[in-house]
């Protein structure tokens, strides 16, 4: 039995970097030509912030994911010079009401063992040598736990006020406090899940405005870092449990639910959550997630889901 899809509404967001403002009516034109030419109807136009984003509406029948597939395809083809972020969903359920979110060079622009590294000695090597290994990880070369415990053993003997010290080189993404406090304004719940440390993520959960954060936890004993992280170690698996606990004990189903992430840590949860997107993110991460984000900062997550400029909380 074959089964028929009637027409759907769906939207194509473009975005950019808000610093670039490269978005035009020429651009615009263009994706909506490119749609009309893979034979979808379009049915509207809207800025969401002049120069920054912009909603194109469409109307097509076939799966959702073929669909969004195609659309995409077209749009990015027309549009292959342009420093542009194409999103494509259906219009019903964009908004969503749970954030889950990574924070090392997602939230945060910083990984904070490269930065506790960076502190414990002068010359650089150490840095270098945790740097290596958490980019190994975060392109899935090497499994990620074993990666986290070899970076931690190096910091063995780290006087605990270098932790401390380390916060203050704490920098946040672009967008990052926006787009937290916007959803949380609007009712959702925001999430920060971490593969890396409480004295880190409970500063950067209280600082952004998260609802709730988890993480992993350092040995410390006599003031000094062991080198040891204490168990269990809350990785990828842990990501995707906590997301699908705390949405479920919220009363929110994973169709209402945002995740992002930019490392093979976040895979789990990106594919598990009702629109999962990749932010400037490892190809590893990039291939697998529905949506991508490489040009536009973290507003563009609230572009995604249709709010407009004058909507997000500075």
């Known amino acids: 039995?074959?089964?028929?899809?009637?027409?759907?509404?769906?939207?194509?967001?473009?975005?950019?970097?808000?610093?670039?403002?490269?978005?035009?009516?020429?651009?615009?034109?263009?994706?909506?030509d490119a749609l009309k030419n893979a034979d979808m109807a379009v049915t509207g136009m809207d800025f969401l912030a002049p120069g920054i984003a912009c909603d194109i509406f469409f109307r097509a029948s076939g799966p959702p994911k073929i669909v969004t597939a195609r659309a995409e395809e077209s749009v990015r083809?027309?549009?292959t010079h342009n420093l542009v972020d194409v999103v494509v969903q259906p219009q019903q359920g964009r908004r969503k009401r749970f954030l889950a979110a990574d924070m090392e060079s997602t939230i945060i622009v910083n990984e904070m063992l490269n930065e506790?590294?960076?502190?414990?000695?002068?010359?650089?090597?150490m840095e270098k040598q945790i740097s290596r290994i958490t980019a190994r990880a975060m392109r899935g070369d090497v499994d990620f736990s074993d990666a986290l415990r070899e970076r931690v053993a190096l910091l063995e003997g780290c006087p605990c006020t270098l932790v401390e010290k380390a916060k203050s080189r704490i920098s946040f993404m672009p967008g990052a406090v926006s787009l937290v406090r916007t959803m949380r304004r609007?009712?959702?719940?925001t999430l920060l899940l971490s593969g890396g440390f409480s004295p880190f993520t409970e500063y950067v959960a209280a600082a952004a405005g998260f609802d709730q954060v988890t993480g992993n936890t350092l040995e410390v004993r006599n003031g000094r870092l062991t080198g040891r992280v204490i168990d269990p170690l809350f990785d990828s698996s842990g990501k995707l449990e906590t997301l699908r606990r705390v949405a479920l004990k919220k009363g929110?189903?994973?169709?209402?639910?945002?995740?992002?992430?930019?490392?093979?840590?976040?895979?789990?949860m990106l594919k598990a959550a009702g629109t999962g997107v990749a932010f400037h993110a490892k190809p590893?991460?990039?291939?697998v997630a529905q949506v991508r984000i490489g040009h536009g900062d973290l507003t563009a997550l609230l572009y995604l889901q249709g709010y407009r400029s004058e909507e997000i909380v500075i």
Do not use: Q, W
């Not at 506790?116 to 090597?125: I, P, S």
């Not at 609007?186 to 719940?189: L, M, P, R, V």
């Not at 929110?252 to 789990?268: C, F, K, Q, R, Y």
């Open 77 to 79: 083809l027309v549009l």
């Open 252 to 268: 929110v189903s994973l169709s209402e639910t945002m995740a992002v992430g930019d490392g093979v840590n976040d895979i789990p």
């Open 284 to 287: 590893v991460a990039a291939e």
């Open 116 to 125: 506790l590294a960076a502190l414990v000695d002068g010359d650089g090597k």
């Open 186 to 189: 609007d009712g959702a719940f």
């Open 1 to 32: 039995m074959v089964i028929k899809v009637g027409n759907m509404d769906f939207v194509v967001t473009l975005i950019c970097d808000p610093v670039a403002m490269t978005i035009d009516g020429t651009t615009c034109a263009a994706a909506s």
